[in-house]
């Protein structure tokens, strides 16, 4: 099957690529390129409290609480996610959602 899947989002007016890892879906936004950085953190298998702590301290962030859960979580831009997913080691994993054009 293939490794993204795309999405509109309604409510944004956008198109998302959502690839799923770990049992987590993670969508990126096709018109700014923002990544769900709850959901890809989700993926590192990391606590609660240090994922919060990570992206509360996110200069630009994007918080949606309404809509799908998959689009619920704090949004942060393509690069930011790309820094904390090579942190994490999980960049492979999420293929081919850090390809820049998707």
């Not at 630009?60 to 859960?69: E, L, Q, W």
Request: net charge positive; with cysteine.
């Amino acid at each position: 099957r293939p490794r993204v899947t795309t999405t509109m989002w309604e409510d944004e007016k956008t198109l998302c690529y959502q690839v799923d890892a770990n049992g987590v879906s993670v969508v990126r936004r096709a018109d700014n390129n923002m990544i769900n950085g709850t959901k890809l953190l989700n993926v590192a298998q990391m606590t609660r409290g240090r994922r919060d702590g990570i992206l509360k301290s996110e200069k630009i962030r994007h918080v949606v609480k309404i809509g799908s859960m998959h689009l619920k979580g704090v949004w942060i831009p393509f690069e930011r996610a790309l820094a904390m997913a090579q942190r994490e080691g999980i960049v492979d994993l999420l293929y081919p959602l850090f390809v820049r054009d998707i």
